[in-house]
């Protein structure tokens, strides 16, 4: 495997560092390729190191884990987990790994894929040459009371999160999706990592995005990874990203919103054929 990890400041007043996983290509004809993973939310390093692992046959590999994600060093203070810092973020990593424009394929995650999208479209730094999206979204459709989430006490705010885990995690079992695991999981995942930072990425980040009617501005490759159904994304809703005559829509055999779940190997194969064809 041969995994470093660093811990770079991406902004010193207030402090945030963050930590990046590097996965160097197993393969001598594949290490002129750089591929960044951006996690979706919940989820860090620990969580794609399997899908970096199954890509070093084909790549190098970088996990890139955001503030408030994971073991990132993160400062309690509002306003700086929007969009605009994050892309601020994302262009030093890219700047620290000494990539430029098209040097690269940037890979995200649900959360992950919108911070990718709002990096091409408003990020002032180098930007990639294809990117590969899992259950991409144009916009979340969250519920109105979630940026309320931001302004109640932390002390009150961990009884209603673990209220709102109980309530959904019993809707989806009356549901029957098999998706209480994942809820299940999310709250394994609050618990273990810095719930009021991952709380102000949903109200700051996550309740503001919104690229709708932006996605014919992405104007690079797109490969979409979606599951064969998702309860949480619609997988219909990836083909409004299929305006370019070399993007495509991969489905695959899961029913589980974290497609790459026991899927990294076939993933990683579907990405270097992707990349092949475009010679990259």
């Not at 709380?199 to 104007?219: A, C, G």
């Not at 305006?243 to 990405?271: C, F, L, N, Y």
């Amino acid at each position: 495997m041969n995994e470093e990890i660093q811990l770079i400041t991406t902004r010193e007043e207030p402090e945030f560092k963050i930590r990046l996983a590097k996965f160097p290509s197993k393969e001598e004809k594949y290490s002129h390729r750089n591929i960044i993973i951006i996690p979706g939310w919940l989820s860090a390093i620990d969580n794609f190191t399997p899908m970096a692992e199954a890509l070093q046959k084909y790549s190098n590999v970088v996990i890139y884990e955001p503030r408030g994600f994971g073991e990132s060093v993160t400062t309690h203070k509002k306003g700086y987990f929007n969009s605009d810092e994050y892309n601020l973020e994302l262009s030093k990593v890219i700047k620290h790994l000494g990539l430029k424009t098209k040097d690269f394929v940037i890979l995200g995650s649900c959360s992950g894929g919108s911070q990718a999208f709002t990096y091409f479209l408003d990020g002032d730094g180098p930007k990639p040459c294809v990117l590969v999206v899992f259950s991409p979204q144009d916009f979340y459709n969250t519920p109105f009371f979630v940026p309320a989430l931001g302004v109640i006490p932390t002390f009150i705010m961990t009884f209603v999160q673990k209220m709102i885990i109980v309530f959904y995690r019993f809707y989806l079992k009356i549901r029957r999706t098999g998706e209480s695991a994942n809820v299940t999981w999310a709250a394994d995942r609050l618990k273990k990592n810095d719930d009021w930072s991952l709380r102000r990425f949903v109200v700051e980040f996550v309740v503001k995005y919104d690229i709708r009617n932006r996605q014919k501005e992405i104007d690079v490759p797109i490969q979409m990874i979606v599951s064969q159904k998702d309860h949480f994304v619609d997988p219909e809703g990836s083909k409004k990203f299929l305006h370019h005559k070399d993007s495509e829509i991969i489905e695959i055999q899961t029913e589980m919103h974290r497609v790459q779940q026991g899927k990294e190997e076939e993933i990683a194969k579907r990405m270097n054929d992707f990349l092949i064809k475009l010679k990259y």
